[in-house]
């Protein structure tokens, strides 16, 4: 049995991710698939409206 780096996908483009103590952006494959996750949530975060009762899954699909 070969114990070798867990493999696993990046979550942010798909690939191929290696999950060792070298790899460390970890889950993600790499430093910059890591930050744009991270800017994906920043912006994600800053987008999220200030609003009294209003449910975000009611939001009506966006008109082309
Ligand atoms: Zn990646």
Same mark, same amino acid.
């Given at each position: 049995?070969?114990?070798?780096?867990?493999?696993? +996908? =990046?979550?942010?483009?798909?690939?191929?991710?290696?999950? %060792?103590?070298?790899?460390?952006?970890?889950?993600?494959? *790499?430093? +910059? =698939?890591?930050?744009?996750?991270?800017?994906?949530?920043? %912006?994600?975060?800053?987008?999220?409206?200030?609003?009294? *009762?209003?449910?975000?899954?009611?939001?009506?699909?966006?008109?082309?």
């Amino acid at each position: 049995m070969v114990k070798g780096p867990l493999k696993l +996908r =990046c979550p942010q483009c798909g690939g191929e991710s290696l999950w %060792s103590a070298d790899n460390k952006y970890r889950p993600f494959c *790499s430093e +910059r =698939c890591k930050l744009i996750d991270l800017g994906a949530w920043a %912006s994600e975060a800053y987008r999220v409206p200030v609003q009294e *009762s209003a449910d975000p899954l009611s939001e009506p699909p966006p008109v082309e």
